[in-house]
Protein backbone atom coordinates (compact mmCIF):
# COMPACT_ATOMS: atom_id res chain seq x y z
CA UNK A 1 0.00 0.00 0.00
CA UNK A 2 1.18 3.63 -0.81
CA UNK A 3 1.36 5.88 1.82
CA UNK A 4 4.26 8.72 3.39
CA UNK A 5 6.18 5.85 5.26
CA UNK A 6 9.43 6.71 5.04
CA UNK A 7 8.64 8.08 1.25
CA UNK A 8 10.12 11.79 2.04
CA UNK A 9 13.13 12.99 3.94
CA UNK A 10 13.93 16.50 5.41
CA UNK A 11 17.42 17.07 3.43
CA UNK A 12 17.67 20.96 5.12
CA UNK A 13 17.09 23.26 8.49
CA UNK A 14 17.88 26.73 8.56
CA UNK A 15 17.07 29.31 11.86
CA UNK A 16 17.63 32.99 12.29
CA UNK A 17 19.63 33.75 16.00
CA UNK A 18 16.90 33.80 18.72
CA UNK A 19 16.12 36.97 21.17
CA UNK A 20 14.23 38.64 23.34
CA UNK A 21 14.26 41.49 20.00
CA UNK A 22 15.86 41.07 16.47
CA UNK A 23 16.10 44.47 14.35
CA UNK A 24 14.71 42.36 11.74
CA UNK A 25 10.96 42.54 10.80
CA UNK A 26 9.21 38.94 10.69
CA UNK A 27 9.03 39.14 6.80
CA UNK A 28 13.05 39.53 7.21
CA UNK A 29 13.48 36.92 9.24
CA UNK A 30 10.92 34.21 7.32
CA UNK A 31 13.52 34.56 4.09
CA UNK A 32 16.80 34.34 6.00
CA UNK A 33 15.43 30.90 7.95
CA UNK A 34 14.11 29.68 4.47
CA UNK A 35 17.07 30.30 2.46
CA UNK A 36 19.54 29.03 5.21
CA UNK A 37 17.45 25.82 5.25
CA UNK A 38 17.51 25.61 1.27
CA UNK A 39 21.78 26.38 1.43
CA UNK A 40 21.86 23.29 4.19
CA UNK A 41 20.04 21.34 1.67
CA UNK A 42 22.15 22.51 -1.08
CA UNK A 43 18.80 23.20 -3.28
CA UNK A 44 18.16 26.13 -5.33
CA UNK A 45 15.15 28.52 -4.16
CA UNK A 46 14.05 28.03 -7.78
CA UNK A 47 13.37 24.46 -7.10
CA UNK A 48 10.42 24.41 -4.64
CA UNK A 49 7.22 24.06 -5.25
CA UNK A 50 5.75 23.53 -2.41
CA UNK A 51 4.82 25.36 0.92
CA UNK A 52 3.39 24.71 3.89
CA UNK A 53 3.06 27.23 7.46
CA UNK A 54 0.77 28.32 9.94
CA UNK A 55 -2.41 29.85 9.97
CA UNK A 56 -0.55 31.98 12.01
CA UNK A 57 2.13 33.13 10.01
CA UNK A 58 2.10 36.97 9.06
CA UNK A 59 4.76 36.41 6.21
CA UNK A 60 2.26 34.54 3.48
CA UNK A 61 3.17 32.42 0.26
CA UNK A 62 3.16 35.10 -2.09
CA UNK A 63 5.50 37.67 -0.08
CA UNK A 64 8.03 34.93 0.71
CA UNK A 65 7.74 33.31 -3.24
CA UNK A 66 9.06 36.84 -4.31
CA UNK A 67 11.71 37.64 -2.27
CA UNK A 68 13.52 34.70 -2.12
CA UNK A 69 12.88 33.46 -5.85
CA UNK A 70 10.39 30.26 -5.63
CA UNK A 71 9.52 28.75 -9.15
CA UNK A 72 6.19 27.93 -9.93
CA UNK A 73 4.64 26.60 -6.62
CA UNK A 74 1.91 23.44 -6.93
CA UNK A 75 1.18 23.09 -3.82
CA UNK A 76 0.63 25.21 -0.32
CA UNK A 77 -1.23 25.13 2.67
CA UNK A 78 -1.52 26.03 6.27
CA UNK A 79 -2.54 24.59 9.59
CA UNK A 80 -4.26 26.20 12.44
CA UNK A 81 -4.32 26.53 16.15
CA UNK A 82 -0.83 27.71 16.19
CA UNK A 83 1.68 25.53 17.82
CA UNK A 84 -1.24 22.58 17.15
CA UNK A 85 0.45 23.03 13.52
CA UNK A 86 4.12 22.95 14.02
CA UNK A 87 4.21 19.12 12.95
CA UNK A 88 1.47 19.09 10.39
CA UNK A 89 3.60 21.49 7.93
CA UNK A 90 6.05 18.91 7.66
CA UNK A 91 3.16 16.36 7.37
CA UNK A 92 1.42 18.43 4.78
CA UNK A 93 4.47 18.48 3.04
CA UNK A 94 5.58 14.82 3.54
CA UNK A 95 1.88 13.69 1.76
CA UNK A 96 1.95 15.83 -1.20
CA UNK A 97 5.68 14.91 -2.33
CA UNK A 98 4.49 11.27 -1.43
CA UNK A 99 1.41 11.58 -3.58
CA UNK A 100 3.21 13.24 -6.41
CA UNK A 101 2.00 17.11 -6.22
CA UNK A 102 5.10 18.48 -5.50
CA UNK A 103 8.80 17.52 -5.47
CA UNK A 104 10.59 20.20 -3.09
CA UNK A 105 8.65 21.42 0.24
CA UNK A 106 9.49 24.04 2.47
CA UNK A 107 8.05 24.82 6.03
CA UNK A 108 8.74 27.72 8.01
CA UNK A 109 7.66 29.79 11.21
CA UNK A 110 8.92 33.36 11.97
CA UNK A 111 7.61 35.00 14.54
CA UNK A 112 8.28 38.35 16.74
CA UNK A 113 6.56 37.26 19.87
CA UNK A 114 9.57 38.39 22.01
CA UNK A 115 9.24 41.89 21.21
CA UNK A 116 5.95 41.80 19.63
CA UNK A 117 2.42 42.03 21.59
CA UNK A 118 1.21 39.00 23.65
CA UNK A 119 -1.82 38.03 21.78
CA UNK A 120 -4.28 37.59 24.64
CA UNK A 121 -4.06 41.63 25.19
CA UNK A 122 -5.86 42.24 21.80
CA UNK A 123 -9.28 41.78 23.41
CA UNK A 124 -10.93 42.42 19.97
CA UNK A 125 -10.67 39.41 18.62
CA UNK A 126 -11.76 36.93 20.42
CA UNK A 127 -14.03 34.42 19.21
CA UNK A 128 -17.21 34.83 20.59
CA UNK A 129 -16.53 30.73 21.48
CA UNK A 130 -15.10 29.75 24.04
CA UNK A 131 -13.81 33.41 25.05
CA UNK A 132 -17.64 34.08 26.12
CA UNK A 133 -17.67 31.52 28.23
CA UNK A 134 -14.04 32.38 30.06
CA UNK A 135 -12.59 35.84 29.50
CA UNK A 136 -15.00 37.39 31.33
CA UNK A 137 -14.36 35.69 34.88
CA UNK A 138 -10.49 36.68 34.04
CA UNK A 139 -9.57 33.87 32.53
CA UNK A 140 -7.55 35.34 30.28
CA UNK A 141 -4.07 33.97 28.98
CA UNK A 142 -3.17 30.41 27.77
CA UNK A 143 -1.34 30.15 31.04
CA UNK A 144 -4.60 30.43 33.26
CA UNK A 145 -6.43 27.91 30.80
CA UNK A 146 -3.64 24.80 31.04
CA UNK A 147 -3.04 26.01 34.72
CA UNK A 148 -6.66 24.88 35.17
CA UNK A 149 -6.52 21.58 33.49
CA UNK A 150 -2.85 20.94 35.51
CA UNK A 151 -4.29 22.12 39.30
CA UNK A 152 -6.77 19.05 38.24
CA UNK A 153 -3.99 16.69 36.90
CA UNK A 154 -2.28 17.29 40.20
CA UNK A 155 -5.59 16.60 42.25
CA UNK A 156 -6.26 13.21 40.85
CA UNK A 157 -3.07 11.59 40.42
CA UNK A 158 -0.98 12.99 42.57
CA UNK A 159 1.34 14.98 40.45
CA UNK A 160 3.84 17.51 42.36
CA UNK A 161 5.73 20.79 41.25
CA UNK A 162 8.91 18.68 41.64
CA UNK A 163 7.45 17.01 38.31
CA UNK A 164 7.28 20.33 36.46
CA UNK A 165 10.39 21.44 38.07
CA UNK A 166 12.09 17.75 36.40
CA UNK A 167 10.59 19.21 32.93
CA UNK A 168 11.80 22.84 33.26
CA UNK A 169 15.20 21.91 34.38
CA UNK A 170 15.93 19.28 31.35
CA UNK A 171 14.78 21.98 29.07
CA UNK A 172 16.90 24.18 30.82
CA UNK A 173 20.22 21.79 31.27
CA UNK A 174 19.68 20.94 27.40
CA UNK A 175 19.82 24.71 26.69
CA UNK A 176 23.43 25.19 28.78
CA UNK A 177 24.67 22.81 25.82
CA UNK A 178 23.10 25.01 23.03
CA UNK A 179 25.13 28.32 22.36
CA UNK A 180 21.87 29.37 19.81
CA UNK A 181 19.45 28.73 23.28
CA UNK A 182 18.24 32.39 24.55
CA UNK A 183 19.02 30.76 27.97
CA UNK A 184 22.37 29.53 27.23
CA UNK A 185 23.90 31.15 29.81
CA UNK A 186 21.53 30.66 32.32
CA UNK A 187 21.05 27.79 34.77
CA UNK A 188 17.54 26.64 36.76
CA UNK A 189 18.11 25.27 40.49
CA UNK A 190 15.12 23.84 42.24
CA UNK A 191 15.26 26.62 44.99
CA UNK A 192 14.83 29.47 41.75
CA UNK A 193 12.06 27.42 40.57
CA UNK A 194 10.07 27.19 43.96
CA UNK A 195 10.24 30.39 44.84
CA UNK A 196 9.64 31.81 41.45
CA UNK A 197 7.13 34.62 41.49
CA UNK A 198 3.69 33.22 39.82
CA UNK A 199 2.20 33.22 36.67
CA UNK A 200 -1.38 31.65 37.11
CA UNK A 201 -1.15 29.46 40.33
CA UNK A 202 -0.04 26.36 40.32
CA UNK A 203 1.93 27.67 37.52
CA UNK A 204 5.07 29.72 38.00
CA UNK A 205 7.60 31.53 35.83
CA UNK A 206 9.61 28.55 35.03
CA UNK A 207 6.48 26.50 33.70
CA UNK A 208 5.98 29.05 30.97
CA UNK A 209 7.94 29.61 27.78
CA UNK A 210 10.10 31.75 26.68
CA UNK A 211 8.95 35.19 24.58
CA UNK A 212 11.05 35.23 21.25
CA UNK A 213 12.11 36.56 18.17
CA UNK A 214 13.22 34.33 15.63
CA UNK A 215 12.25 31.86 12.74
CA UNK A 216 13.02 28.74 11.40
CA UNK A 217 12.47 26.31 8.55
CA UNK A 218 13.12 23.24 6.71
CA UNK A 219 13.41 21.18 3.62
CA UNK A 220 11.73 18.02 2.35
CA UNK A 221 12.31 15.70 -0.70
CA UNK A 222 11.31 12.02 -1.76
CA UNK A 223 13.58 9.73 -0.10
CA UNK A 224 14.87 9.02 -3.45
CA UNK A 225 16.47 12.41 -4.04
CA UNK A 226 17.13 12.65 -0.69
CA UNK A 227 20.26 10.06 -0.88
CA UNK A 228 21.66 12.70 -3.31
CA UNK A 229 21.58 15.79 -1.21
CA UNK A 230 24.89 17.05 0.80
CA UNK A 231 22.86 15.64 4.61
CA UNK A 232 22.12 12.78 5.88
CA UNK A 233 18.65 12.29 5.02
CA UNK A 234 16.07 12.32 8.18
CA UNK A 235 12.75 10.16 7.43
CA UNK A 236 9.44 10.99 8.30
CA UNK A 237 8.33 7.95 9.24
CA UNK A 238 4.79 8.30 10.39
CA UNK A 239 2.66 11.53 10.89
CA UNK A 240 -0.53 12.78 12.07
CA UNK A 241 -2.94 15.43 13.40
CA UNK A 242 -4.82 14.83 16.30
CA UNK A 243 -8.24 16.39 16.94
CA UNK A 244 -10.16 13.90 19.62
CA UNK A 245 -13.97 14.20 19.32
CA UNK A 246 -15.69 16.68 21.86
CA UNK A 247 -12.26 18.67 22.62
CA UNK A 248 -12.77 22.43 23.08
CA UNK A 249 -9.13 23.65 22.52
CA UNK A 250 -6.98 24.76 25.95
CA UNK A 251 -10.13 25.29 27.85
CA UNK A 252 -10.78 21.54 27.16
CA UNK A 253 -13.52 21.64 30.77
CA UNK A 254 -16.44 20.32 28.91
CA UNK A 255 -16.29 16.63 27.96
CA UNK A 256 -16.20 13.28 29.87
CA UNK A 257 -12.68 13.17 29.91
CA UNK A 258 -10.92 16.42 30.11
CA UNK A 259 -7.63 15.49 30.91
CA UNK A 260 -6.84 13.38 27.60
CA UNK A 261 -6.42 15.41 24.22
CA UNK A 262 -5.05 15.82 20.87
CA UNK A 263 -2.00 13.90 21.47
CA UNK A 264 -4.25 10.76 22.04
CA UNK A 265 -5.68 11.31 19.03
CA UNK A 266 -2.60 11.75 17.03
CA UNK A 267 -0.59 9.26 18.77
CA UNK A 268 -2.94 6.46 18.10
CA UNK A 269 -2.66 6.94 13.98
CA UNK A 270 0.91 7.78 14.39
CA UNK A 271 1.81 4.05 16.31
CA UNK A 272 -0.89 2.48 13.88
CA UNK A 273 1.07 3.47 10.97
CA UNK A 274 4.98 3.23 12.20
CA UNK A 275 6.99 0.23 12.35
CA UNK A 276 8.37 0.81 15.82
CA UNK A 277 6.44 1.56 19.33
CA UNK A 278 7.28 4.39 22.22
CA UNK A 279 10.25 1.78 23.30
CA UNK A 280 11.74 2.21 20.49
CA UNK A 281 12.18 6.39 20.56
CA UNK A 282 15.34 7.47 21.29
CA UNK A 283 14.79 10.79 22.01
CA UNK A 284 11.83 13.38 22.04
CA UNK A 285 11.23 16.57 21.26
CA UNK A 286 7.65 17.33 23.14
CA UNK A 287 6.01 20.49 22.73
CA UNK A 288 6.65 22.32 25.94
CA UNK A 289 4.82 25.91 25.90
CA UNK A 290 3.69 25.00 29.69
CA UNK A 291 5.70 22.54 31.81
CA UNK A 292 2.21 20.36 32.37
CA UNK A 293 2.03 19.61 28.61
CA UNK A 294 5.27 17.28 29.29
CA UNK A 295 3.19 14.47 31.96
CA UNK A 296 -0.26 14.98 29.82
CA UNK A 297 1.74 13.96 26.44
CA UNK A 298 4.11 11.44 27.85
CA UNK A 299 0.75 9.43 28.90
CA UNK A 300 -0.78 10.57 25.30
CA UNK A 301 1.74 9.29 23.10
CA UNK A 302 2.46 6.21 25.18
CA UNK A 303 5.43 6.47 26.91
CA UNK A 304 3.85 5.63 30.44
CA UNK A 305 -0.08 4.81 31.96
CA UNK A 306 -2.87 7.38 32.75
CA UNK A 307 -1.71 9.68 35.70
CA UNK A 308 2.22 8.50 35.55
CA UNK A 309 2.98 11.23 33.19
CA UNK A 310 4.41 13.25 36.66
CA UNK A 311 6.03 9.90 38.30
CA UNK A 312 7.29 9.47 34.46
CA UNK A 313 10.05 12.31 34.83
CA UNK A 314 11.45 11.35 38.07
CA UNK A 315 15.33 10.11 38.59
CA UNK A 316 16.57 12.35 35.97
CA UNK A 317 14.41 10.46 33.03
CA UNK A 318 14.14 13.19 30.32
CA UNK A 319 17.82 13.83 30.90
CA UNK A 320 20.41 13.00 28.81
CA UNK A 321 21.21 9.08 29.88
CA UNK A 322 17.82 9.13 31.15
CA UNK A 323 14.58 7.02 29.54
CA UNK A 324 13.63 9.76 27.34
CA UNK A 325 15.96 12.61 26.71
CA UNK A 326 13.74 15.49 26.01
CA UNK A 327 14.08 18.73 24.12
CA UNK A 328 17.67 18.50 23.53
CA UNK A 329 18.01 22.05 22.16
CA UNK A 330 16.03 23.63 25.40
CA UNK A 331 12.58 23.37 23.85
CA UNK A 332 9.96 26.49 23.98
CA UNK A 333 10.94 26.93 27.71
CA UNK A 334 14.60 27.61 27.35
CA UNK A 335 15.61 27.40 24.23
CA UNK A 336 13.24 29.66 21.79
CA UNK A 337 9.54 29.93 21.66
CA UNK A 338 8.93 29.74 17.99
CA UNK A 339 5.52 27.74 17.92
CA UNK A 340 7.72 24.81 18.20
CA UNK A 341 9.66 24.70 14.95
CA UNK A 342 12.72 24.92 16.66
CA UNK A 343 11.55 20.82 18.16
CA UNK A 344 11.05 20.18 14.70
CA UNK A 345 14.90 20.99 13.25
CA UNK A 346 16.35 19.70 16.97
CA UNK A 347 14.74 16.28 15.81
CA UNK A 348 16.61 16.70 12.75
CA UNK A 349 19.86 17.26 14.34
CA UNK A 350 19.49 14.45 16.60
CA UNK A 351 19.20 12.28 13.71
CA UNK A 352 22.05 13.54 11.93
CA UNK A 353 24.08 13.25 14.94
CA UNK A 354 24.78 16.84 15.34
CA UNK A 355 22.87 18.04 18.77
CA UNK A 356 24.38 19.99 20.86
CA UNK A 357 23.21 17.60 23.48
CA UNK A 358 23.48 14.75 21.14
CA UNK A 359 22.00 11.20 22.33
CA UNK A 360 24.24 8.53 21.31
CA UNK A 361 22.88 6.62 18.40
CA UNK A 362 19.96 7.98 18.23
CA UNK A 363 18.02 6.60 15.41
CA UNK A 364 14.38 7.44 16.30
CA UNK A 365 13.05 10.84 17.33
CA UNK A 366 9.31 11.96 18.51
CA UNK A 367 8.41 15.39 17.75
CA UNK A 368 5.27 16.87 18.68
CA UNK A 369 3.06 20.02 18.46
CA UNK A 370 0.92 21.23 21.21
CA UNK A 371 -0.80 19.46 23.36
CA UNK A 372 -4.36 21.30 24.68
CA UNK A 373 -4.48 22.24 21.05
CA UNK A 374 -5.54 20.57 17.21
CA UNK A 375 -2.32 19.02 17.16
CA UNK A 376 -0.07 17.17 15.19
CA UNK A 377 3.16 14.64 16.05
CA UNK A 378 5.75 13.07 13.49
CA UNK A 379 7.58 9.90 13.91
CA UNK A 380 11.91 10.68 12.33
CA UNK A 381 14.04 8.16 11.52
CA UNK A 382 17.82 8.26 10.06
CA UNK B 1 -14.10 44.11 32.62
CA UNK B 2 -14.92 42.01 29.40
CA UNK B 3 -18.11 41.77 29.02
CA UNK B 4 -19.22 38.46 27.34
CA UNK B 5 -19.19 38.90 23.29
CA UNK B 6 -22.06 36.62 22.82
CA UNK B 7 -23.24 34.44 19.57
CA UNK B 8 -26.53 32.96 18.18
CA UNK B 9 -25.96 30.23 20.13
CA UNK B 10 -24.73 31.44 23.75
CA UNK B 11 -27.19 34.20 23.77
CA UNK B 12 -29.90 32.97 25.86
CA UNK B 13 -27.41 31.53 28.06
CA UNK B 14 -27.06 35.62 28.92
CA UNK B 15 -30.38 36.79 28.65
CA UNK B 16 -31.78 33.80 31.09
CA UNK B 17 -29.08 34.97 33.14
CA UNK B 18 -29.79 38.57 33.20
CA UNK B 19 -33.61 37.28 34.74
CA UNK B 20 -31.29 35.63 37.33
CA UNK B 21 -31.62 32.08 35.96
CA UNK B 22 -29.40 29.41 35.66
CA UNK B 23 -30.01 27.48 31.85
CA UNK B 24 -28.18 24.83 30.07
CA UNK B 25 -29.21 24.11 26.46
CA UNK B 26 -30.46 20.52 25.85
CA UNK B 27 -30.97 18.28 23.11
CA UNK B 28 -35.74 18.84 22.77
CA UNK B 29 -35.26 15.28 21.01
CA UNK B 30 -32.87 13.01 23.16
CA UNK B 31 -32.75 15.12 26.30
CA UNK B 32 -28.79 15.05 26.90
CA UNK B 33 -27.37 18.79 28.00
CA UNK B 34 -25.03 20.31 26.25
CA UNK B 35 -22.31 23.04 27.03
CA UNK B 36 -20.84 25.37 25.43
CA UNK B 37 -24.07 25.80 22.87
CA UNK B 38 -24.06 25.09 19.56
CA UNK B 39 -26.53 24.37 16.42
CA UNK B 40 -27.09 20.70 16.88
CA UNK B 41 -26.92 17.68 19.37
CA UNK B 42 -23.56 15.60 19.04
CA UNK B 43 -25.52 12.56 20.29
CA UNK B 44 -28.58 12.56 18.18
CA UNK B 45 -27.92 14.92 15.47
CA UNK B 46 -31.40 16.80 15.86
CA UNK B 47 -31.56 20.58 15.68
CA UNK B 48 -34.41 20.82 18.03
CA UNK B 49 -33.17 22.02 21.30
CA UNK B 50 -34.45 23.76 24.71
CA UNK B 51 -32.87 25.41 27.58
CA UNK B 52 -33.37 23.58 30.69
CA UNK B 53 -33.44 25.55 34.53
CA UNK B 54 -30.51 24.20 36.69
CA UNK B 55 -30.81 24.15 40.52
CA UNK B 56 -27.14 26.04 40.41
CA UNK B 57 -25.34 23.94 42.77
CA UNK B 58 -21.97 22.89 42.16
CA UNK B 59 -18.87 21.86 43.43
CA UNK B 60 -15.43 22.85 42.20
CA UNK B 61 -13.92 21.11 39.97
CA UNK B 62 -10.68 22.88 39.55
CA UNK B 63 -9.18 26.75 39.97
CA UNK B 64 -6.85 29.14 39.06
CA UNK B 65 -5.03 31.73 41.30
CA UNK B 66 -3.85 34.36 38.02
CA UNK B 67 -1.19 37.10 38.92
CA UNK B 68 0.31 39.89 36.59
CA UNK B 69 0.70 40.57 33.70
CA UNK B 70 -2.70 40.81 32.87
CA UNK B 71 -5.65 43.20 31.71
CA UNK B 72 -5.76 46.04 33.79
CA UNK B 73 -9.44 45.67 35.69
CA UNK B 74 -8.03 42.56 36.37
CA UNK B 75 -4.69 43.10 37.22
CA UNK B 76 -6.16 45.83 40.07
CA UNK B 77 -7.86 42.30 41.55
CA UNK B 78 -5.20 39.80 41.32
CA UNK B 79 -4.43 37.64 42.55
CA UNK B 80 -8.28 36.30 42.57
CA UNK B 81 -9.81 33.04 41.50
CA UNK B 82 -10.73 31.51 38.64
CA UNK B 83 -13.13 28.19 38.85
CA UNK B 84 -14.26 25.67 36.55
CA UNK B 85 -17.89 24.56 38.68
CA UNK B 86 -18.86 21.03 37.60
CA UNK B 87 -23.32 21.35 37.86
CA UNK B 88 -24.77 18.86 40.67
CA UNK B 89 -28.15 18.74 37.70
CA UNK B 90 -25.50 17.77 35.22
CA UNK B 91 -22.45 16.65 36.36
CA UNK B 92 -20.85 17.03 33.18
CA UNK B 93 -21.43 20.47 32.03
CA UNK B 94 -18.84 22.83 33.75
CA UNK B 95 -18.81 26.08 33.72
CA UNK B 96 -16.19 29.24 34.32
CA UNK B 97 -16.68 31.60 37.24
CA UNK B 98 -15.23 33.21 39.90
CA UNK B 99 -15.87 32.37 43.62
CA UNK B 100 -17.25 35.72 45.51
CA UNK B 101 -18.08 36.54 48.81
CA UNK B 102 -21.49 37.62 47.18
CA UNK B 103 -23.27 38.44 44.42
CA UNK B 104 -21.30 41.41 43.00
CA UNK B 105 -18.43 41.06 45.07
CA UNK B 106 -14.85 41.68 43.63
CA UNK B 107 -13.03 38.86 41.96
CA UNK B 108 -10.55 38.61 45.06
CA UNK B 109 -13.44 38.99 47.89
CA UNK B 110 -12.93 35.13 48.99
CA UNK B 111 -9.17 34.32 50.58
CA UNK B 112 -7.77 32.08 48.08
CA UNK B 113 -7.01 29.53 51.44
CA UNK B 114 -10.37 29.23 51.02
CA UNK B 115 -11.17 27.52 47.61
CA UNK B 116 -10.76 23.96 47.38
CA UNK B 117 -11.58 21.22 44.59
CA UNK B 118 -14.45 19.51 45.83
CA UNK B 119 -16.47 22.00 47.65
CA UNK B 120 -19.92 22.74 46.94
CA UNK B 121 -20.84 26.43 45.68
CA UNK B 122 -24.31 27.85 44.40
CA UNK B 123 -24.77 30.51 41.80
CA UNK B 124 -25.66 34.39 42.61
CA UNK B 125 -25.84 36.79 39.50
CA UNK B 126 -24.69 40.02 38.92
CA UNK B 127 -26.78 43.31 38.42
CA UNK B 128 -25.51 42.88 34.70
CA UNK B 129 -26.40 39.13 34.40
CA UNK B 130 -22.90 37.61 35.18
CA UNK B 131 -23.15 34.12 37.01
CA UNK B 132 -20.70 34.12 40.19
CA UNK B 133 -20.60 31.63 42.65
CA UNK B 134 -20.79 31.78 46.60
CA UNK B 135 -19.53 28.77 48.78
CA UNK B 136 -22.47 26.98 50.63
CA UNK B 137 -20.46 26.77 53.45
CA UNK B 138 -18.35 29.10 54.42
Redesign the interface.
Known amino acids: MGGIKDATAIVGIGQTPFAKHLEEDERTLACRAVLAALDDAGIAPGEVDALASYTMEETDEVELAKAVGFGDLTFFSKVGYGGGGSCATVAHLAAAIASGQATVGVAWRSRKRGSGP?PW?N?TV?L??????????????PT?EI???T??YM?EYGATRDHLFNVALACRNRANQNPAAVMYERPLTREMYMTA??????LCLFDNCLETDGALACVLVSAERARDCRQTPVYVHSAAQGLPA?H?GM?N????DPLTGPAWAAARHLWKHADFTPQDVDVAQIYDAFTALIPLSLEGYGFCARGEGGAFTEQGALEIGGRLPLNTGGGGLSEAYVHGFNLVNEGVRQLRGTSTAQVPDAATCLVTAGEGVPTSALLLRS | MLSPVTDADGAPFWSYARQGELRVQACSDCGEPRFPPRPCCPHCQSFAAEWRRMEGHGRIWSYVLPHPPLLPDYAEQAPYNVVVVELADAPRIRLVGNVVAEAGARLDSVAPERIRIGARVQVVFTEDGLPQWVLERP
Open positions: RTTQPTPAQWTRPFGLLRDAMLRRHRWISEPQHVYWND
